[in-house]
């Protein structure tokens, strides 16, 4: 069935027809005329000659926005030629990733070691690229243009793999409408990558300056922490002592809350990229599961290879404000409701919700939409959708629900796919950069 399906696809339009890519890092060297050096020079970096610059590595990239840190360029180190190709809107895409992972930049962010579009032709735009690239069936097209036979080992990213990969330019009106869905919900998308982002950075900073002192995520779970004196969990299935016996190991684990209730699941990764429902806990109040989501937040990053689940939450560090550390972890989080939205602000980030659980919860929601739109885009059925879903071993409930999703679609095309949360056609951001690329 998904050969039948890329037979129906591979007679759009391609890629490198609506799209100029070229490559981001530049070749620095002395003898390059092209390159300005100045007497600044940065402490750490790439070296170049007797200069250094750093730059923003693509494995920084997330889905649908970018995370810099501190990472930056020394713009001196670049012509004005290479300054204005920089600074214009662009897609950004991860070099090295088991999937085409593409991030939207409208700030003109220097960077090197990725790939840039430069230019789009109208009716295709960069927000409309970020959704349709991102999504089931752009990775889904990705694959079979390259021969890929599969989306799970991690490769290296060049031009080509780009060219041949179709494209469908948004014709009739209907078409259009849609695309426009696309845009206005890869927007939202963005923005609320970016508030998870902020709300995690300021939890980081609000949490260590705090901490006197850190437990592991088993013993929270456990009730057993430092200095705590009351259960923070009610309940937990299965208990923490079987679900360390297992044998089974996974390259990360994620908790994730309830978006309005104080239960916590722990996710499993495996290997296939299946996603597993490990455990589940609830907790006393919707602040202590809140406050442990959020120190699983800075847990370190995915292994390079497998380990046990007892290991992984031995690892994960939870941070401890003093001897009541139940009124310390609701101070700590009163504090972050109160930070959070000046840096949602001072990012220029739309105020939505600093409750890491929802953010989460909507960006889930947000991508199964984007899928959906897609697929009907491309005037997928039920069948073949689940086809490409399939093939692209997305999960039984990312599946779920981008099928549900793409049934209201179908069954209210003439409406916005979601009728309680209206998505704008086509947003004050997107008409701006459409003109200035024209």
């Known amino acids: 069935m998904h050969r039948s399906v890329w037979a129906g696809l591979a007679g759009l339009p391609k890629f490198k027809e609506s799209v100029t890519v070229n490559w981001g890092q530049h070749a620095f060297n002395e003898k390059n005329k092209k390159a300005v050096f100045t007497k600044a020079t940065l402490p750490t970096g790439a070296r170049i000659g007797k200069r250094y610059a750093r730059f923003a590595p693509s494995a920084c990239i997330q889905c649908h926005a970018v995370d810099w840190q501190d990472w930056y360029v020394d713009t001196d180190l670049f012509s004005r030629e290479r300054k204005s190709q920089f600074g214009r809107p662009k897609l950004i895409f991860a070099e090295n990733a088991p999937r085409l992972r593409v991030a939207y930049d409208d700030q003109g962010l220097f960077l090197g070691h990725s790939l840039f579009s430069t230019a789009v032709r109208a009716p295709v735009t960069f927000l ?3 959704g349709v690239l991102n999504s089931v069936v752009g990775n889904f097209t990705f694959a079979f243009a390259n021969n890929l036979p599969d989306l799970q080992k991690p490769r290296r990213l060049v031009a080509a793999h780009l060219a041949e990969i179709p494209l469908l330019v948004p014709g009739d009106e209907d078409q259009r409408k849609l695309a426009g869905f696309v845009e206005g919900n890869s927007l939202r998308l963005i923005h609320a990558k970016q508030a998870r982002r902020v709300v995690g950075d300021v939890w980081t900073h609000v949490a260590n300056y705090h901490a006197q002192t850190y437990g592991t995520m088993s013993r929270l779970l456990t009730n057993r922490l430092p200095g705590q004196k009351t259960p923070w969990v009610r309940r937990l299935v299965p208990s ?7 044998s089974r190991k996974f390259r990360n684990v994620r908790l994730q809350g309830d978006r309005d209730g104080p239960v916590l699941r722990i996710y499993g990764y495996t290997d296939a ?6 455990a ?3 907790f006393t109040d919707r602040d202590l599961m809140l406050y442990a989501c959020l120190s699983a937040s800075i847990a370190p990053r995915p292994r390079t290879k497998p380990t046990t689940v007892r290991q992984i939450m031995e690892e994960a560090r939870v941070p401890l404000t003093n001897e009541n550390v139940t009124d310390g972890a609701r101070a700590v989080i009163a504090q972050l409701s109160a930070q959070a939205p000046k840096a949602l602000t001072a990012e220029s980030v739309p105020a939505v919700q600093t409750d890491l659980a929802k953010i989460d919860a909507d960006i889930e929601e947000l991508e199964a939409l984007v899928d959906a739109e897609v697929l009907r885009l491309y005037g997928l059925t039920k069948e073949r959708a689940g086809a490409v879903l399939k093939w692209t071993k997305a999960t039984a409930l990312e599946r ?3 099928e549900t999703f793409l049934e209201n679609l179908s ?3 003439d409406d916005a796919p979601v009728p309680d949360s209206p ?4 947003t004050e951001e997107t008409q701006r950069t459409q003109k200035s690329e024209n």
């Open 280 to 282: 589940e806990a609830e």
């Open 423 to 426: 998505t704008p056609e086509r």
């Open 400 to 402: 779920q629900r981008i």
């Open 128 to 130: 409309y690229l970020t």
């Open 240 to 246: 923490l002592a079987t679900l360390s016996r297992r």
């Open 411 to 413: 069954r209210n095309a």
């Open 273 to 278: 990229g299946d996603e597993i429902v490990l």
